[in-house]
Structures are given as structure tokens and as C-alpha cells.
């Protein structure tokens, strides 16, 4: 039976992008340039546009302004909210098996660190994309917490300790005070930057390994199947024998 908080956080995780999809969408077409009727209208001056009125023909010689609409913007809070909601949701879920449970902490502490180690917002997002990228592959790859096969667990702990050396590289960053940051903030951005490659190969490694484990269950299967086939297929060629003889 899959595991009930697993299935909340997939309805999270679905939500939350569903919801930016259709801020977007709907930023995108307020950008698009509204067509006047009507006759042409000139140029507004430097110091009315600043203020960036929108101007409407109601009908052709009526011209009125409105006030420009607010654009709604997806803001990285948003972004970074429902991440910390999925992961803690998957966090609770992963208590009957402590492993797991270390893999997602390390990615909450991750999360809640790195807007305070860089100010480079283009690498924070990034960050934030391949945590996202890492939960879903753990949500994948453990339907259900309680029946974790023995090559899962394995797999699980090898990611647990890859997981605990960033996670103790991103407390040596946070530690450092603000004004040892902004001198070193080029440094810094560097060693993000290795972080993030190494929070990809171990999501890469650890789904290599669960393929490889569906390789062997499959291989598994099969041998225990083929017989049965062969056996299936012997007795039904012994009764057809003896329909035909009789």
C-alpha cells in the first residue's frame, strides 16, 4: 500500500508547479501588446510615461487612461516555500527508515542555507531546481517506506553519506560571518557551484543504482518464471498427445 504522506507530497509538488505554470501564463499575456482602434494615438511625454499609464479606445474618437495593471510575478519565495513544504512532508514520511530520513534533512538544511551563503540568485534557483530534481527521484524510487527491498536500503545509505559531506561543506560555508562572505563571495560561488555537481552525480548515482536493482529483481523474476513456462507448456503438449491418440 503506498505510503500516504508520499502521495501528499506528489499532490504538493504537482500543485505547487501547476500554480507557477498559470502565474506565468498569465504574466506572459499581460505582456502582450494591446491593440487601439480608432485613430492613431501620439506619443505620451517623458514625464507621463514614467508614470506608465495604460491608454484604451473605447470607441473610435474616445480615448480614456487607466492605471497599469499590477503583473503577477513568480517570486522565489513562492518557489522556495513550496519546495520546504514537499520536503517536509517527505521528511515525515521517511522516519521508518532513518537513512532516508538523513538524505531529505540534508536537503532541507541545503535549502534553508544557501539564500544566506550566495546572493547570486540565478545559482540559488539552480540549487533550488536540482533539490527539486533529487526529491522527485527519492519519491520515485520509494513508493513505500516500509517495504524497502536490501539493495534499496544499500543504496539509500551510500546516498545518506554522499549526502552528509555536502551537507557538513554547506555548515562550514553558513558558519562564516557576513563580512568574510562578501570578501570571499567569488570563492564561494565556486564552491556552490561544486555542490551542486556533486548533489547531480549523487542523484545520478543513486538512480543508477535503483535501475540496476529493477535489473537484478527482473533477472529474478524471470528465472523463476521460465520454468513454470516450461512446465505449462509440457503438460499441455502431454494432454493434446493424448486427445490426438484417442
Do not use: W
Not at 561543506?169 to 558558519?175: H, K
Not at 551542486?196 to 549523487?202: G, P, S
Amino acid at each position: 500500500m503506498p505510503n500516504l504522506t508520499l502521495l501528499a507530497y506528489r499532490r504538493l509538488r504537482a500543485g505547487g508547479t501547476l500554480f507557477v505554470q498559470r502565474a506565468l501564463h498569465v504574466a506572459k499575456r499581460d505582456r502582450s501588446t494591446r491593440a487601439i482602434e480608432g485613430p492613431a494615438v501620439q506619443p505620451a511625454p517623458t514625464a507621463l510615461a514614467m508614470i506608465s499609464p495604460t491608454v484604451v479606445a473605447e470607441s473610435p474618437g474616445s480615448i480614456s487612461v487607466q492605471p497599469l495593471r499590477r503583473r503577477p510575478k513568480v517570486s522565489k519565495k513562492m518557489t522556495k516555500d513550496i519546495l520546504l513544504l514537499s520536503l517536509e512532508g517527505l521528511a515525515q514520511s521517511a522516519d521508518a527508515f532513518p537513512p532516508l530520513k538523513s538524505v531529505v534533512g540534508g536537503l532541507l538544511f541545503i535549502m534553508t542555507q544557501v539564500d544566506a551563503v550566495s546572493s547570486n540568485k540565478e545559482q540559488v534557483r539552480e540549487i533550488y531546481t536540482q533539490i527539486d530534481v533529487f526529491a522527485a527521484s527519492l519519491v520515485r524510487a520509494v513508493p513505500d517506506v516500509t517495504m524497502l527491498s536490501p539493495i534499496t536500503q544499500d543504496a539509500i545509505r551510500v546516498l545518506a553519506e554522499d549526502m552528509q559531506a555536502v551537507h557538513q561543506d554547506m555548515e562550514g560555508l553558513a558558519r562564516q560571518r557576513v563580512l568574510v562572505r562578501f570578501i570571499r563571495a567569488k570563492r564561494h560561488s565556486s564552491e556552490l557551484q561544486n555542490l551542486l555537481k556533486r548533489l547531480d552525480q549523487a542523484d545520478a548515482s543513486f538512480t543508477r543504482a535503483m535501475l540496476a536493482s529493477t535489473d537484478v529483481q527482473n533477472t529474478r523474476i524471470l528465472a523463476c518464471v521460465q520454468p513454470l513456462r516450461a512446465e505449462c507448456l509440457a503438460a499441455g503438449a502431454t494432454d493434446e498427445s493424448r486427445r490426438v491418440s484417442r
